[in-house]
Structure formats: structure tokens, C-alpha cells
């Protein structure tokens, strides 16, 4: 939920997209990314994944698969660490 909440509060100033992976959206958040008019995407391949990722300009997200691509790439990244050893 915090990662919805700084997309509504980026969403003010810049254009912000999320990305999901398939089968992950609950109804629940559908519902409210619907409600709060919030752009999202769900790549069903990683060539999907990696033509979304080379459009961006900066990539939030947490330490993920995703994120260390898109620093491949060459966006800049901020990664979210969580509380893990």
C-alpha cells in the first residue's frame, strides 16, 4: 500500500506508471487504482517488461528482479530495501 500512495503523490507532478506482475492485482487494489485514476501495466513477458522499463526515466521499486534490470539499463533507480537479512 505504500508503494500506491507514493505513486498518488509522484502522480501530482510526474507521470507515473506501476508494474505488476500477472496474477498479483487483488480486486481490492484494482478497485483503488481505478478509483485514484492510477496507470498501471502488467507485462506478460519480459520483452514486455524490458520495452516498459526502457521508455521510464526513473525506476521505484523494491529490491526485485525488475529493479536491478532497470538499472541495467541504465535508468536511474531507487530501491526500496525491506526487512530482510
Known amino acids: 500500500m505504500n508503494f500506491l500512495k507514493l505513486t498518488e503523490k509522484l502522480n501530482q ?9 500477472p496474477d498479483f492485482l487483488q480486486p481490492e487494489i484494482e478497485s483503488y ?14 520483452t514486455k517488461l524490458l520495452e516498459i522499463l526502457k521508455r521510464g526515466n526513473l525506476f521505484i521499486g523494491n529490491d526485485s528482479g ?20
Do not use: D, V
Not at 525488475?66 to 537479512?85: E, Q, R, V, Y
Open 13 to 21: 507532478l510526474y507521470k507515473c506508471c506501476l508494474i505488476f506482475p
Open 33 to 46: 487504482l481505478s478509483e485514484k485514476k492510477l496507470q498501471y501495466i502488467i507485462p506478460e513477458e519480459t
Open 66 to 85: 525488475p529493479a536491478h534490470i532497470a538499472s541495467m539499463l541504465g535508468l536511474k533507480t531507487f530501491i526500496i530495501f525491506g526487512p530482510t537479512n
